[in-house]
């Protein structure tokens, strides 16, 4: 049976993460009252086609904006049958995607190819690919789409994954790119920040970069490779974009201010919030608000009161996925 796989870029800005939801139109908050689900958090009537290919909702309930469910009906559209996308990696609300991989099967049978049913492999992935995003709204993209073999496993063939966390340390707001990084006040110490990173790389128990209810009973986790590096040039050059605290961490470098930069994570495998955390413990450690040695005690305890704050979710962006072969 022909099976495809997509790679999905997509703004997670107005996505409530991944994965399909269904819930009632009010959630109730911890406190018990009502909390309201904004309009673009909720599939709009042009994401909603075709009930006989999308069963319907059950009454009194509405469908989150995911970009599952958004992928997953373009592509019941394009192939005319109730297919499922299953998707790599399960990112969260406000999370962006440059290499998200999803895979879906079609019908081999001839006969319903005739009746315009499934997507034959002699139709081609170019002709899928463009098929699928003149069905997709604007914030969410197909950028590959190839034939792989019928038991490929999104999932379970995936040999690692590589994330980026951007920060933008300055007076003024980044504004155009606001939804997409993270901005601090703070000038950051990008060698303390360096060698930090490079202390995380390795397998280690990551109990302490893991947000609660993670549910994984073993925390042991590989990173390939954690780096800060600055993005670009300084926005406003001259004395503003740097400063000197003679008190950061002993290491009397220029930290930097007015400047754009990348905390890149990969590894075989991530706990819940891990890359969040991680990007938040160095954050910190750029700050001198948090020593390394108090980052290796972290990890040493497995204690995540100690590591550093979970970062919001619009900076950290899923750039790519790999596998052995596809």
């Given at each position: 049976m022909p099976r495809y796989a997509l790679t999905i870029a997509y703004d997670g800005t107005h996505f409530c993460g991944w994965q399909r939801q269904v819930h009632t139109p009010q959630l109730k908050q911890a406190d018990g009252g009502a909390l309201n689900i904004p309009p673009h958090h909720i599939m709009g009537p042009t994401e909603i086609q075709c009930e006989e290919i999308h069963p319907p909702i059950e009454p009194g309930k509405v469908e989150l904006r995911t970009v599952?469910?958004?992928?997953?009906?373009?592509?019941?559209?394009?192939?005319?049958?109730?297919?499922?996308?299953?998707?790599?990696?399960?990112?969260?609300?406000?999370?962006?995607?440059?290499?998200?991989?999803?895979?879906?099967?079609?019908?081999?049978?001839?006969?319903?190819?005739?009746?315009?049913?499934?997507?034959?492999?002699?139709?081609?992935?170019?002709?899928?690919?463009?098929?699928?995003?003149?069905?997709?709204?604007?914030?969410?993209?197909?950028?590959?789409?190839?034939?792989?073999?019928?038991?490929?496993?999104?999932?379970?063939?995936?040999?690692?994954?590589?994330?980026?966390?951007?920060?933008?340390?300055?007076?003024?707001?980044?504004?155009?790119?606001?939804?997409?990084?993270l901005h601090v006040?703070?000038?950051?110490?990008?060698?303390?920040?360096?060698?930090?990173?490079?202390?995380?790389?390795?397998?280690?128990?990551?109990?302490?970069?893991?947000?609660?209810?993670?549910?994984?009973?073993?925390?042991?986790?590989?990173?390939?490779?954690?780096?800060?590096?600055?993005d670009g040039q300084p926005e406003s050059p001259g004395p503003r974009a740097f400063a000197r605290l003679p008190e950061a961490q002993g290491t009397n470098a220029e930290l930097v201010l007015g400047q754009r930069l990348r905390i890149e994570v990969s590894g075989t495998g991530f706990l819940y919030n891990m890359v969040r955390i991680i990007s938040g413990t160095l954050v910190e450690i750029g700050k001198g608000k948090m020593t390394i040695a108090q980052m290796e005690r972290a990890m040493a305890e497995r204690d995540r009161r100690i590591a550093g704050p979970t970062l919001p979710a619009h900076g950290l962006c899923l750039e790519w996925i790999r596998y052995s072969s596809k």
């Open positions: 599952q469910a958004v992928v997953q009906r373009a592509v019941r559209e394009v192939v005319r049958e109730p297919v499922e996308l299953f998707g790599a990696s399960r990112t969260d609300a406000g999370v962006h995607a440059r290499g998200q991989v999803a895979a879906f099967t079609t019908t081999d049978d001839p006969s319903m190819h005739e009746k315009g049913i499934g997507w034959p492999l002699d139709r081609g992935c170019d002709r899928l690919l463009r098929a699928i995003n003149g069905k997709l709204p604007h914030d969410v993209q197909i950028v590959d789409c190839r034939a792989v073999r019928s038991n490929f496993d999104p999932v379970g063939d995936c040999e690692s994954k590589g994330y980026v966390y951007r920060v933008y340390a300055g007076r003024d707001r980044p504004f155009a790119e606001r939804e997409r990084m006040f703070d000038p950051l110490d990008i060698p303390l920040m360096q060698q930090a990173a490079t202390m995380l790389v390795g397998t280690h128990d990551f109990a302490a970069f893991a947000s609660a209810g993670h549910g994984r009973q073993n925390t042991v986790r590989t990173v390939l490779r954690c780096e800060v590096l600055l």
